[in-house]
């Protein structure tokens, strides 16, 4: 009885806990300026974000940002403001709905062609093709029947 | 009948990474189209490097303009001035105008390379880089060719030679005039 109990409140602990830490919060500012900072791209670096990068190029956009967020831009409004400098190359993660986003693309429709073909191979071998018999086979095999039969009979 | 149509799949999956391949290595690497060609020109208001006033587009608007960012820092800024040198005597007395932008670099330094370069043409100092992130400089030396309607018609990264300024630069003219 003790026990049962003690897992029904260690399950209720844990929901609770993760109730709580998915509770929806306000987002501040600084969290929207490296939520931002993170998804652009830094020009003059190879591969790294804004928020990562110490070029001056990247402290700029940075100062940008925070510019534009304590201005009450939106996201959206902030990104629209590089994409319209940089087009969709600034994010390091190609928005789905452009030609960049067939990167995402690409990858499942190779994967669903390779299940095609993987599947398509597998039936072929299940059902094995089973050419019909030919027409001397086919009198060899009722010569031999009628054979068996009189045999018997 | 599946490994037939899977068969051609590949074939043109295969041409058209050939196709895109060659169109992509039929392109100038310079002229990289990024989200403002086509576009009117990001207006700006800037300090003259020599600290004589400011220069807004709105002042080249009708104009043909030559819009290059440099920086004293950056060598191939260098090895180009020569022809934009050449480039603004040739045009000085037209409708062409030579915009200077100086990149991430102190005043000082901007105008002790301008003076030492023998470079006659306005010059402005972008000191939070603003204007540079507003037309999507990646960095200098980068020419920006903006039309009398203010559309920015082409841009030319890394240094630019003679040729291609004038080609440019008599394109621009040529459709003012029509």
Redesign the interface.
């Known amino acids: 009885m003790n026990g049962r109990i003690v897992i029904a409140v260690a399950l209720l602990a844990l929901a609770a806990a993760l109730v709580f830490a998915a509770r929806p919060h306000e987002v501040t500012a600084d969290e929207r300026i490296d939520q931002i900072t993170t998804e652009l791209r830094c020009p003059v670096c190879q591969g790294l974000s804004v928020k990562d990068s110490t070029s001056e190029t990247a402290r700029q956009m940075r100062d940008l940002v925070t510019q534009r967020v304590g201005e009450g831009k939106s996201d959206a409004e902030i990104e629209a403001e590089f994409r319209a400098a940089y087009g969709d190359w600034i994010f390091l993660s190609p928005p789905v709905a452009s030609w960049s986003g067939l990167v995402w693309l690409v990858p499942i429709a190779a994967l669903a062609a390779g299940l095609v073909l993987v599947t398509g191979r597998l039936r072929s071998t299940d059902t094995p093709q089973v050419a019909a018999p030919s027409p001397t086979e086919v009198a060899a095999l009722r010569e031999r029947v009628a054979r068996e039969e009189a045999a018997e009979g | 009948m599946?490994?037939r149509v899977?068969r051609i799949?590949v074939v043109v999956a295969i041409l058209a990474l050939v196709v895109t391949l060659a169109l992509a290595f039929r392109r100038d690497p310079h002229d990289i189209?990024?989200?403002?060609i086509g576009?009117p020109a990001?207006v700006f208001t800037l300090d003259r490097l020599d600290g004589s006033g400011k220069v807004t587009l709105a002042d080249l608007s009708g104009k043909v303009v030559v819009m290059n960012f440099f920086a004293s820092w950056c060598l191939p800024c260098t090895q180009e001035n020569p022809a934009l040198v050449r480039v603004y005597e040739r045009y000085r007395a037209s409708d062409v105008v030579m915009l200077g932008v100086n990149y991430?670099e102190s005043r000082d330094n901007g105008l002790a390379y301008v003076a030492r370069m023998g470079m006659g043409w306005t010059t402005v100092a972008d000191d939070?880089?603003?204007v540079?992130?507003?037309?999507?400089?990646?960095?200098p030396p980068e020419t920006f060719f903006i039309g009398p309607d203010g559309v920015i018609a082409g841009r030319h990264i890394g240094p630019i030679d003679e040729e291609t300024l004038v080609n440019a630069i008599e394109t621009l003219r040529a459709r003012a005039v029509r």
């Open positions: 599946l490994g899977v799949a189209r990024t989200g403002t576009k990001p991430q939070d880089g603003r540079a992130l507003s037309y999507g400089v990646f960095g």
